[in-house]
């Protein structure tokens, strides 16, 4: 079963830029989608990003020309690149395999710890 573990977070200045990695085990990580979610206190989980194992990038509208998704297939690590960030960006940042049911993406491993990311204004 492939694992995946989040880091980068940490506190910056609105404004700043982070990088998250998402570290994965196991030999199909070329060939399955990745999602970048975040979730904010009292608020539902949101995918904010996935990179299919087509190559194909997809955004959420609150972080399109700001966040770029990428992955080193060799290292089985996928990225997300968090630039001019804002204060509603906090939130604890999650990455998990997706599947396509047809109409839309689902997460399919379970949750991890997640990376915590805080943005002072």
């Known amino acids: 079963q492939v694992q995946l573990v989040e880091s980068g977070g940490g506190l910056v200045q609105a404004g700043g830029s982070l990088r998250l990695s998402c570290a994965a085990s196991?030999?199909?990580?070329?060939?399955?989608?990745i999602g970048w979610y975040r979730q904010a206190p009292g608020k539902q989980r949101e995918l904010v990003a996935l990179?299919?194992?087509?190559?194909?990038?997809v955004y959420a509208v609150a972080v399109k020309g700001r966040f770029t998704i990428s992955r080193d297939d060799a290292k089985n690590t996928v990225f997300l690149q968090m630039n001019s960030l804002k204060p509603e960006d906090t939130a604890v940042y999650y990455c998990n395999h997706l599947r396509w049911y047809g109409t839309s993406w689902f997460p399919l491993g379970s949750w991890g710890q997640g990376t915590q990311v805080t943005v002072s204004s």
């Open positions: 990179t299919s194992s087509g190559g194909i990038t």
């Open positions: 196991g030999s199909t990580f070329s060939i399955n989608a």
